[in-house]
């Protein structure tokens, strides 16, 4: 089995920073791409970033400039780094993994559970 999961949500005033993590683990040959989504109150889910395995950025245009994505390939772990945070990254935030199982094998789509972020003062 594989599990993905988020830590690092909570509260954080306007204009504060919050890291959070994101770790694969299980029956896992190769981790693709690792992308981050949030999903506001009354709102679709949303791509805010992603990650390839070679460390290609997409950073999606509402918080370019503030958020950064890295990756610790040993560690199977995906950051996602806020700064200057206000009231529109408040959300739940699920981290997604594409991991291939096997030698060869298949590309399956792993979420975590979500990790909620609230920016308030």
């Known amino acids: 089995q594989v599990q993905v999961v988020e830590s690092g949500g909570g509260l954080v005033q306007p204009g504060g920073s919050l890291r959070l993590s994101c770790v694969a683990s299980?029956?896992?040959?190769?981790?693709?791409?690792m992308d981050w989504y949030r999903q506001a109150p009354g709102k679709q889910r949303e791509l805010v970033a992603g990650?390839?395995?070679?460390?290609?950025?997409n950073i999606a245009d509402s918080v370019k400039g503030r958020f950064t994505i890295s990756r610790d390939n040993a560690k199977n772990t995906v950051y996602l780094q806020m700064n200057k945070m206000n009231s529109e990254d408040t959300a739940v935030y699920y981290c997604?993994?594409?991991?291939?199982?096997?030698?060869?094998?298949?590309?399956?789509?792993?979420w975590g559970q979500g990790t909620q972020v609230t920016v308030s003062s």
């Open positions: 299980g029956s896992i040959f190769s981790i693709n791409a």
């Open positions: 997604n993994a594409l991991i291939n199982k096997v030698v060869g094998g298949p590309q399956y789509s792993y």
């Open positions: 990650i390839t395995s070679g460390g290609g950025t």
